[in-house]
């Protein structure tokens, strides 16, 4: 789950990082008055979608006090920011983030991540702040600090100090940098993050401020954090990824026109490699799980139905704790309840295969049963080349 960075800088300031001042706003009007509020010659409005990239598509406009702020300000929010993050659908501008526009002396990097290959918290600093960080390694890596943090310890404040240093000779702007990453180690392990980054984090004068942040939690942990689930907003996720999530199933839309169903994360990525190896595309990522009842197998491929980019359905099931006959009874339940227009391969194997397999034989369904995968992948790339004319 990923919050905006309004709600990512509010969550700074109550650890005491230094953010502009500004105000979140819902309409032209509001944010007209809260530039005026700001008492400020400069001031700057930021879309609130959850992409990076909002500066170069539009989302982004640093303005004099005596310019048309309201025009400005409607223009953005009325938006759907498309970047190279949202793909061409794009993002639905929620909000609108009214701040001062500070005076900028450097612009620096700090994040915090988890590095799985070391199974350690790592927090990283670059002096090349403003960038993407896979910008930075690719172009500078010289110019990325890392510090690995013991999860028994926690981020040590010589290690905070020995971090700002290599951003900084000064020592009044050291023991700020410090402290922002004492802040920022603290929100990811504190909030159950995935990320938690500050970018850029500029040096104005003597002081620092949080100029963009961006914090995204762990969706496993929110059971934990309902103050935090109550910040989600809806309408910068996908309907039908959204849709999923509430019915317990695991979806990533993709661009391709195959829509797959598959149990298993590992058999479900063997499935997409295959179909592209044969010269397909996969419409999604579909994983549901190894104890899906029948009503999660039936809205599993509700799902697939509703896609109007998929033209073939392919069903790749290894029935272990998923039986192939529970797996039969929801396929044949979607699909009598609201009929059948495209195309379904499927391959299952595994336990009660015998009853899955009679179960769809006698349903009188259209459903093209095989037993190798390899040619099953073949089937639905042909048949999903044939239907769109290739």
Known sequence: MNLHEFQSKRILMEKGVNVPRGTVVYDALEALVAARNL??????????AHSGGRGKAGGISVLSIDDDVKKVAERILQM???????????????????????????????GVVLDRNHGEVTIMASPAGGMDIETIAREAPEKIFTVKVNPL?????????????????????????????KALYDIFVGYDCTLAEINPLVVSGETLL?????????????????????????SQEDPVELSARLAG??????????GCMVNGAGLAMATLDLISIHGGSPANFLDVGGGASEQVVADAMNILLDDKRVKVVFINIFGGILRCDVLARGVIKAIKER?????VVARIEGTNIDL??????????????????DEAAQLVVAKAKELSGN
Not at 39 to 48: G, M, N, P, W, Y
Not at 339 to 343: I, K, W
């Open 39 to 48: 008492k400020t010659d400069k001031i700057v409005l930021k879309a609130q």
């Open 210 to 234: 949080a100029l963009d942040a961006k914090i995204n939690l762990d969706d496993h942990a929110l059971f934990r954090r309902p103050q935090m689930a109550a910040l989600r907003d809806r």
């Open 153 to 181: 310890r926690g981020l040590c404040p010589f290690q905070a100090r020995a971090l700002a240093y290599k951003l900084t000779d000064k020592n009044i702007l050291a023991n700020q940098i410090a402290n922002a990453a």
């Open 356 to 373: 899955g397999r009679k179960l769809f034989a006698d349903s009188g369904l259209p459903i093209q049963m095989m037993s190798s995968l």
């Open 339 to 343: 009929g059948l227009e495209l195309p």
């Open 249 to 258: 199933l695991s979806y990533i839309r993709l661009e391709g026109d195959i």
């Open 80 to 110: 759907t920011l498309v970047t190279n993050q949202t793909g061409p659908q794009g993002k639905p501008v929620s909000a609108l983030l009214v701040e001062e526009a500070p005076r900028i002396d450097a612009e620096l990097y700090l």
